[in-house]
């Protein structure tokens, strides 16, 4: 089960070294992917519901230059937010300049204000989360768009897509995108019960499904926060995603759990 972080982007006066400092501890600590979250112009102040201070993809493209084996992903972009054009621009490049080493988690959103604020339909959201995709897959396999337009850089090999969410229509759009999956704060129990649906869905093709959780802090925490990753390990999870909480002590938190999770045995 690979170990996965989701770096803290929260407060808007974060030291801009920490993200890349950050990333290179997850790196030599041995964890396989970093995720970014993404929110454009939230309701409420950025904070633990709207993470996102930074633009992922920008910030991302910043990790690909001070590391050099870890994924880079983002913990999901919201895909009807951004122009379709533009973001396989942004993909492709990154994906180039990181030397194939993208993780584009995508979601279709969830908060009606934020789409309100920038113009955006929210009940078309999963209809153009779809198209979106379509048309990524199509620039970067052919580099010609539906007008015939060129497009470049192409990447290297298809795009490891990852499709956040719980529900029915997120796990359909997983198994239509390679069968990468992420939860969003699901018990155990609740994560074994989509991992079964999904696997139905991919009918014999090969899944990947990643649980994201949390763990801010404490010895009593950590003991639980194991345990919990152990148990979305047994309901069939591929890697977990963790957040550490806020900034102050992340590096210390993300040690302190590998250490614990690869060297103690279960039931320790």
Known sequence: MDLQVVLPDEAPDMDPGRPAALARTAEDLGYETVF???HVLP????????????EPLVTLAHLAAVTGRIRLGTSVLIVPLRDPFVLAKQVATLDRLSRHRLTLGVGVGWNTEEFAGLGRD????????DETLELLDRLFTTGRGPDGGYFEPRPEGPVRILVGGNSAAALRRAVRWDGHWQSAGLSPAAFGQRVTRLT???GGREIRATARM???GGRAELDRAVADARAYGEAGASAIAVHFGAE??????????AERLTSSPPGS
């Open 200 to 202: 139905e869905l991919a």
């Open 214 to 216: 949390a763990w801010t």
């Open 43 to 54: 309701p409420g102040p950025y904070g633990e519901v709207f993470g996102g201070v930074y």
């Open 122 to 129: 929210f009940a078309s959201r999963g209809r153009r989360t």
């Open 248 to 257: 102050g002590g992340y590096a210390e938190r993300m040690a302190a759990f």
């Open 36 to 38: 970014l979250p993404d």
